[in-house]
């Protein structure tokens, strides 16, 4: 894929987010934004719409393909998401859909903040969809890192830590303004490089061009397999969007088992502080890269 096929403005979804065979979709975690959604937007919420109630998993294919087709969503539609956070759940979402085998799928460049900061139209009512029947499709495991990876991975694939800096220097265990994580150990998995999530975007949430994307993610082996991780999975799903979808990478994984399940981990290589040779960026450095 590339920015092309894979991102669309402002512009693009006013004029076409009422065509026929395409399904806006927000991606919240805590409910429906009290503020309103885009008009004709399905709302659903990563921890209870698309994570299991009852393990710490994601839904399985059967309960996806019915979640979907609860909501008028079928297998040929173009999705396009967005959410808040420069798009941190959107791309959560999209991944989600990837997993399961949803091919016709876009994300709005920039967000809900970008929609809004353009004076694009804002409801609380929910639409009205009906109701189809949707495939169960199996996973593509290829795009889901689990903790054995991870631990085989180790000094030998790209490992990316795209948490904040202080998290990745074992400083904190959650990002700034957050609360910290209690039971996990501080630090980042032995010999991850850390490329922050939020180098990827400009102030206004859209992403930057790709050249500077090319530039940040070039000190990875392009011959090696990636896999992203950060806390909870939202910003590394985001990260694993610009590696996979923007930039093309092949062979890219999103372990959003993520630091709450490798920080708990007894016996896993653990480091705080920078790697050895020094290969760590803020954003800031980042971006002026």
């Known amino acids: 894929m590339d920015r092309e096929s894979t991102l669309v403005s402002c512009d693009w979804l006013q004029a076409h987010r009422t065509d026929e065979g395409v399904v806006v979709v927000e991606i919240t975690d805590g409910g429906p934004n009290p503020a309103g959604r885009i008009p004709g937007a399905v709302s659903l919420d990563w921890s209870t719409d698309l994570q299991d ?6 839904i399985g294919p059967e309960a996806f393909a019915a979640l979907l087709g609860r909501h008028g969503i079928g297998p040929d539609d173009t999705v396009v998401f967005y959410s808040g956070n420069s798009n941190w759940w959107a791309a959560a979402g999209f991944w989600q859909f990837r997993l399961h085998g949803h091919r016709e799928l876009r994300l709005l460049d920039g967000g809900r903040a970008r929609w809004e900061a353009l004076g694009g139209d804002l409801t609380v009512e929910a639409p009205v969809r009906q109701p189809v029947d949707h495939p169960v499709r199996p996973r593509d495991e290829r795009l889901r890192a689990h903790r054995d990876t991870v631990l085989d991975g180790i000094g030998r694939i790209n490992l990316v830590d795209c948490r904040s800096l202080e998290e990745y220097l074992g400083e904190r265990t959650a990002p700034p303004g957050v ?3 209690q039971g996990v150990r501080p630090g980042h998995a032995e010999s991850a490089q850390h490329i922050p999530w939020s180098a990827t975007v400009r102030p206004d ?3 930057r061009d790709q050249a500077e994307l090319e ?8 011959d ?4 992203v991780y950060c806390r909870i999975g939202w910003r590394s799903a985001h990260s694993w969007f ?15 088992g993520a630091w709450r399940e490798f920080g708990s981990l007894i016996g896993a290589p653990i480091v705080p502080g920078p790697l050895p040779w020094g290969v760590v960026r803020t954003a800031e450095e980042a971006a002026r890269a």
């Not at 109630?53 to 994601?58: E, I, P, T, Y």
């Not at 530039?215 to 392009?222: A, E, F, N, S, V």
Request: proline fraction near 10%.
């Open 53 to 58: 109630r009852v393990r710490r998993d994601l």
């Open 224 to 227: 090696a397999p990636t896999v």
């Open 205 to 207: 949430g859209t992403f």
């Open 242 to 256: 610009v590696l996979s979808e923007l930039l093309d990478r092949p062979a890219v994984a999103n372990y959003d």
């Open 179 to 181: 609360p910290d994580d």
């Open 215 to 222: 530039d940040l993610y070039g000190q990875l082996d392009p």
